[in-house]
Structure formats: C-alpha cells, structure tokens
C-alpha cells in the first residue's frame, strides 16, 4: 500500500515521553487489560466534609482486594471496579425518604432478588504469578486447574475469595495451563476475611454474577455481555446488532438486588483497513484525513474481541516493526500474532493505531500507548454520517427500541436462561446464593397532572395523561409576550418566496397566541459562502434589530458556528436559524406548516425575553439552578460547563433568567466555576429585583455527575458552593437556604406499570433505592417508542426545610418549563437549558456570549 512520505501526525513511540515525562513503550494489543500493575492498591481512606446545618457527608470506599498483599510488578490488582464507591449523603436520624402525594399503584421493575447466607465467612487469597503471566486468561486457567485443591472460588484476574479457608494461611505451588503450556508457580496468601453481607461479600457477588454471565457463553465486550448467536443483521447498510445485557449487583434498601438491564451493540462489518482504503481513494492529503475518520473512533479487536479507543495513528510503525516481549526478546507484529492468535496479516506496511490505556488500567497502573493493527479491527458503533440517515436509524430503532412488553419478556427470557443452565446453576450452588425468579415489585405513586397557565388570566389546563400541550396554543395566548418590532429574514435568492410564506403564516400564528409579529426586513444572501453568510448577518445587525433569523439550504456546522459566534459574541443580538426544508410545504399548502410555525413562533418569543407557559409555583422567593457540562465538543482538550438559573421574586407570577458558561480544560476541577457562578447568579438576583433582596431558597440541580464523581461534587462543589453563599450572607440577618440534588439521566432501572410505561409523575422511592441516600427516581415524561427511562435524583445536601415529597412534587413541576418542547421532560427545565448552553458554547461559541444575551434564552 503506498501512503504519503510527510505527516504532521507523524510519531515515533519508542522515543514519545508523557506529560510528566515518563516514557512511553510501544506494546503490542494483547497487553491491553493485562498492563503493568502496582500491587499497592490504593485503599480509599473514608474521608468526610461538614457544613453547618447538615451532619457530615462521609465517603466510604471498599478495602482493596488485595489489602496487605505482597508487592508485585504485574499481577497486580483490579481494585474495586465490580462496587461504586459508597457516598453517604444520608444524614443519620433523617427524616423519612418517602412521600406521600399522588396515587398509589404497584410497579414491576428490572430487578431480581438476590438471597444469600449471609453469615458465610469468605477468604481473600492475594495471588502472585511467577514469572509474571500477562495474560489474563492464562491467569484464569491457571487458577481453574487447582479446582480441587480450592473448591468453590471466585477470581478476579489479581485476588482469589473461597468459600472454604485453605488450611495454610501461606503456601507456593506449581501451576500450568495445560492448553497453552503455560507454567509458573503460584505465591498465595491470606490477606483478610468476611462475612458474606459485608462491602467485601457484596464485590464477590458481583464477581458472582459475571462468572454466571461467562458461563452463558457470552461475548465481552467492555463491561457488558452480549449474544452474538442472537445478533440482528441490518443488510442494507452493512450492520449488525448485538442484543446484550447490563448487571449489577448492589445493596438497596433491605434487600441485596441484581438490576438487570437489556442493552444492544451496533457492529459493524468494515475493519478500520477498509475504512483507511476508503479514505485513501478520497482527495486531500491521505494521513490527514485518515487521521481525522479514525481518531475517537471504538474498533473491537478479532482476536480478543476487546474494544479500544483510537487516539492516533503511528505511521512510522507497521506490522513488519519489532517489539520486546516482557521477557526481553524482540518479535515483529507479524510473528506475535501468527504465534500467538494463528492470524497471518496480509499487508504488512499499513500504519498501527495507537490506543491509550482507559482510565481503569490508568489505575491499575498501565501508562503505556498499546498498539492495533488496522486489518485485525473492526469499526463499532455509529458514525456522524450514519446518524444523518434517517432509514438507517429507524432501522436501528425498531430493533433496539424494546417496548415494555417485549422489555419484560426479554428479562424472564434472561432469568430462565440462568436458572436453567448447569454451568450458572453450579455456579450460585456452590456458594449458596439464588437468583429469585420473579421481578421484584415496587410501591410507586402518580402525583397529580400540573396545571400549564397561559396568558390572560385564564385558569390552568391539565397537561395530560402523555404530559404534552402543543394543541392548547389553539385556544391561548402566551403567558407574556415581547413584540418582535425589528427583525430581519436572511435567506437565500431562490428560498425567497417559501420564506415569505412561511413568515406570513407565522405572523399570524403568532397573533393568535398574543405574539405580535411586524413585517421583517429581507437580506438576500449572495452565494453559499460562509463569508456570505456571515457579511448578511453584520448587515442586519447594522440596523439596530432585535433578533435575526436565517435559513440556510441544509447542514453545515461550520456555517452555523460562524452564525452564532457573530451575533452572539460581536452583536449580542439572539438568532434563529432553520434549514430551507423545514420552512417549505409539502404539495405547496403552506398552511400544513402551522405546527411547525407554532414552535418557531414560541422560539422567537423566548429568545426576545417573552414566558410562553408557566405552572403555579408554590415556593416564592426563590432561585432555581441548572448545571451541566458539555465534553464533546470541537475541542477535545475542553469541557464547558453552563449554569442556567430561573429566578422567581416575591409575588412575581413569572420567572426571569440568567445564564454563564465557561470553558475549562478537560480534567480540570469544576468546583470554583460552579460555585463562582452561583454567586454571580445570586448577585443578579440582587441586582435585579432590589438592594439586599436574596432569594430566601436557592435549589440546585446538578446534572452530568458520571460514575465515581460523586465523592468530587460532595467534598468539592459543595464545599465551594456553601462557603461563598456564607460569605456572601454574612451580614445578613437570615441567611440563604441551599439544597443540591444531583441529576443523573442515564440509569439502568426501569418501571413498568403493568405491562406498559407508567405516566408522567411516576415515583418510586422505597426497596430499590439506596440506603445512604435522600433519593429517588421520577418518571417525568412520556415516550412514544420502547421503554421509558425514569430519572434518579440524590438529594446531597438539603437546608430548605421542605419535605422529600415536597421535593418532589417541585422537582416535577421543573421538568414542565422547557420551552422548546410543549410538554415534560426526563430533567429539570433548567439542567436541558444549561446542557443546550453547554452544548452550543463547546461546539460553536467557545467563549461566553455578550453581557446583553444572558437573560435571554438564546441558546433554544
């Protein structure tokens, strides 16, 4: 294969030091998951931050596996990844959890019980291999093959638990893998013991329950478990797709429970050879353009089935180059996996792509660049071009889009199948542990349908069983409006006479919701530049509008972001823009545009400053905060984090808004941009509603809380937070009431009523929520395909003196106020208002928007 002599990608590894700088070693791809470890386990210390008004939050981390092990240079530990760290947030002698609002119905759920003895003593062995065996598989059959000697075991690549004590504390044995030849000798050493409703019983049920999943004669892949005997085949567009499972096993209220979850894996058929063959036939500069189809991307390795993370290309390495082997010999690429996998690579010059250890094997000490064949992996998931192609996501959807019947058949399917297999039976046997064959049932209450208030002084409507309102702009007027005096309409010479009607038809859409609409000035766009574009929008802005629209013949990022960074940083003047097809009918009846004129009517409104809806708020004097962050976004080494806060003044009917963004390089501590910005939202509250007024309750919904973040928002963010709002009231006679609930969207558990989604103002709190926790979840939204998601809440720190159920009934009249959709949402208004910010700024902006924009809605 020829490839261009230059690149600026250009690297050589060998010699590549970190950015600490350490060296970096190229590896080959089987040490991947089998790095270099540090037998040191890093033992989290519980560690605690105390406010005032609140009792401490304590963070309570499991003991590692192998605490008090030996140190070794290899077969190192795996810590804790089978149990999320426990964040007690819970503070003793709380209050009840549960509410009591709303119609009391009975909920089946994705989860299982899970019995066991619990007053079983378990051992913990520290294993070490010598000479080092990398890997891990090895290890595991190594292990397997002293069977008799150690009867009912569970190991997880590092540390060995047994159901019944060894008789030495301490012994050393000959081992050998009767497949591969493999032979070492085994150090094993008591390290520790407990009884099996311990932290430490809980991770060896995890480790459990994915040995039951192994024994399935499941594919691997990442963390979960998927069926390739079962996979779905999308002929038509070159896809396959893998029907899978997400467990896990954890502690809840009374009971332990395993959750588990139906997931699915889009495979594609392409190895990134072929993808590196199609680019090669494209014009421009080959190791550019490769360098920028491949970087990001997931590829799923054939040999080993493990995924990986592409993060560059190195095309001064091929299959032909020579490594060293942990043993010191040096072998080619070609040889490694024609030795060790039986693979022979066809061509032997295609450039290497180069992974990076994930933050887990960071962990377990591996800081090495591993190195993968272009011809040995294959392209997973879906690219951004796919996602454009609607007959192909509808393909997708309708096979991973599981309704709630089909959902739950799938889950028995799932349970019966671990019953009945011999392997999985052996399995939960030997360690007296059963799998209850029933979904668990849960207690769930319907709080009341929220009254949406229009304009006009008319009552409420109710928002509907589906919680959705976009009829009710027939008959109502907006809550309040701004007129939309001075405006202009960009638009191309031949979208001129679509746009013309489309406008007409908003006119008097608008006018029928109380929106008064004047006759725009029209820039025709010359050409399809992005210096036409851009030239038309300073034009408009010359003449003093307040807001310009721009419709643009298809999808361009590059031309919507020089849009946005125009009139929002130079000009301060809020934009919408709409593509050609939205705004032109089907068949020339413009009036079949009357939907859609609706919602971009209700947009301009918003973004002029005008309240379309409200819901009767029973808290006043009070500031409602919505933050989130945004990490993929054009700039890779950057995270922009958005607050949005709704603020609601004593005996005001409606709210005003407020919002800041920043960026910040990815990785870096959040804690003084959120509590920064809380102050300067408190000090606008000020500022615009009189001297020394403060909000008597500020509620904050932190959204974007991934897994293992929690302990950094509780002793960090918090702490941050309360100190500045401490300052900031220290003279004053009654300080701020603060509550922190954390948000988090992407949870495993699901709830079927019967055998459909519950409605909107579902709520469970009790036996599948978590002991340490002020928490529950919400089902706030209805869906029209497959299974609807209920979101979790965690209420971290809580001052206002509200109860849980008022709480909750507040959360859900949050999730009403989003006006870009006329209905509920699974979050808060304002955390889908901080993530479109967020989402905008990271994308296009990349700074904050002129002072003028930010009690505007600018961002819909």
């Known amino acids: 294969m020829e490839r261009d002599k230059k690149s600026s990608h250009k690297r050589k590894y060998d010699e590549s030091t970190d950015e600490n700088g350490n060296a970096k070693r190229k590896l080959p791809p089987i040490e991947s998951g089998e790095c270099s470890r540090s037998s040191s386990s890093a033992s989290s210390s519980p560690s605690s931050s105390s406010f005032a008004g609140r009792p401490a939050v304590k963070v309570e981390a499991v003991p590692s596996s192998d605490a008090g092990g030996p140190e070794r240079k290899r077969s190192g530990p795996r810590g804790n990844r089978y149990l999320p760290e426990v964040v007690v947030t819970r503070p003793p002698n709380a209050p009840t959890k549960q509410g009591s609002s709303g119609q009391l119905v009975k909920l089946s759920t994705n ?109 691997q892949l990442g963390r979960h478990f998927f069926d390739p005997l079962a996979k779905i085949a999308v002929p038509q567009f070159g896809l396959e797709i893998y029907p899978g499972y997400i467990t896990s096993v954890r502690q809840h209220e009374q009971e332990v429970m395993m959750c588990v979850e139906i997931t699915h894996r889009v495979m594609r058929r392409d190895t990134c050879y072929q993808l590196m063959s199609s680019v090669q036939r494209q014009p421009g500069p080959f190791r550019e353009n490769f360098h920028r189809a491949i970087v990001g991307a997931i590829v799923m390795s054939t040999y080993n089935q493990k995924t990986y993370r592409i993060v560059d290309v190195d095309f001064s390495t091929t299959p032909s180059s020579s490594f060293t082997k942990a043993d010191g010999t040096s072998i080619t690429f070609m040889e490694y996996f024609q030795t060790r996998y039986n693979v022979r690579i066809r061509d032997p010059q295609q450039p290497m792509l180069v992974t990076a250890p994930s933050a887990r094997q960071k962990r377990q000490g591996c800081n090495n660049l591993l190195l993968l064949v272009p011809e040995l992996s294959r392209m997973t998931g879906i ?103 001075r405006w202009a309409v960009l638009v191309e010479g031949s979208g001129s006479h679509a746009a013309y009607d489309f406008v007409r038809l908003m006119m008097d859409v608008g006018n029928g919701m109380g929106f008064r609409i004047s006759e725009p ?99 006043q004097s009070v500031m409602v905060i919505g933050f989130d962050v945004c990490t993929k976004g054009t700039d890779k080494s950057k995270t922009s984090a958005a607050l949005v806060a709704t603020m609601y003044a004593p005996g ?155 709480l909750q009934v507040y959360t859900y009249k949050q999730t009403h106020l989003y006006y870009n959709w006329s209905g509920t949402l699974a979050v808060p208004a304002v955390c889908q208002y901080a993530q479109k910010l967020a989402h905008l700024t990271a994308n296009s902006l990349h700074q904050q928007s002129d002072g003028k924009l930010d009690h505007l809605l600018y961002y819909l």
């Not at 000798?185 to 008591?190: D, E, G, K, P």
């Not at 823009?577 to 971009?600: C, D, E, W």
């Not at 500020?698 to 401490?726: F, S, T, W």
Request: aromatic share 8%; hydrophobic share 40%.
């Open 111 to 219: 989860y299982f019980r899970l019995t066991r003895n619990s007053d079983k003593t378990i051992f913990q062995y520290c294993v070490e291999f010598v000479p080092a065996v990398e890997d891990v598989r090895q290890r595991y059959a190594l292990i397997r093959a002293q069977g008799a000697l150690f009867g009912p075991q569970i190991f997880d690549g590092a540390t060995l638990f047994l159901y019944n004590k060894l008789k030495r504390d301490e012994l050393t044995m000959e081992a050998k893998d009767a497949r591969s030849g493999v032979q070492c000798q085994l150090h094993i050493r008591l390290v520790g013991s407990a009884d099996m409703s311990s932290e430490k019983g809980l991770m060896v049920l995890n480790l459990l329950q994915r040995k039951a999943m192994r024994s399935l004669e499941l594919l």
């Open 383 to 485: 690219t951004e071009e796919m996602r454009k192609d609607f007959h192909l996501m509808r393909s997708i959807a309708d096979q991973t889009r599981l309704r709630p019947d089909k959902r739950l058949e799938r889950l028995a399917a799932f349970n019966q199948r671990l019953q009945n297999t011999p392997a999985t039976r052996e399995v939960f046997g030997f360690w007296k542990t059963e799998l209850d064959r029933r979904l668990l049932e849960v207690p769930g209450r319907i709080l009341e349908q929220e009254l949406i208030v229009f304009g006009q002084d008319r009552p409420g409507i109710a928002a509907g069983r589906k919680a959705e309102w976009n009829q009710a702009f027939r008959n109502n007027h907006m809550q309040s409006s701004v007129e939309l005096r």
């Open 521 to 619: 000035h029209y820039y025709y766009v010359r050409g399809n530049s992005l210096g036409s574009y851009t030239e038309a929008v300073t034009e408009a802005a010359m003449k003093d509008v307040q807001l310009i629209t721009i419709i643009v013949p298809n999808d361009r990022a590059d031309r919507y972001s020089a849009i946005k960074k125009q009139s929002c940083l130079q000009y301060g003047i809020p934009t919408q823009v709409l593509k050609q097809r939205t705004i032109t009918p089907r068949g020339g009846n413009v009036r079949s545009l009357m939907s859609v004129a609706t919602k971009v009517a209700v947009q301009l409104n918003c973004k002029l400053g005008g309240i379309p809806w409200t819901v009767k708020n029973p808290l």
């Open 652 to 806: 005001s009917k409606q709210p005003s808004y407020f919002s800041v963004v920043e960026q910040r390089n990815k990785g870096e501590v959040l804690s003084d941009a959120i509590s920064i910005n809380v102050l300067k939202a408190l000090r606008t509250y000020e500022h615009r509603y009189g001297a020394g007024q403060f909000p008597r309750r500020i509620i904050l919904y932190r959204a974007g809380v991934g897994d293992g973040q929690l302990a950094n928002v509780v002793e960090h963010e918090l702490l941050a937070i309360k100190q500045n709002l401490d300052m900031a009231c220290a003279k004053r006679e009654k300080p701020v009431q603060l509550t922190v609930i954390v948000v988090t969207k992407r949870v495993n558990t699901r709830l079927f009523l019967g055998r459909d989604n519950p409605p909107p103002g579902t709520v469970v709190d009790d036996k599948i929520t978590l002991p340490e926790r002020t928490d529950f979840f919400l089902v706030s939204q209805s869906v029209m395909q497959g299974s609807v998601s209920p979101t979790a809440y965690n209420v971290i720190y809580d001052e206002s003196g509200l109860t849980i159920d008022q």
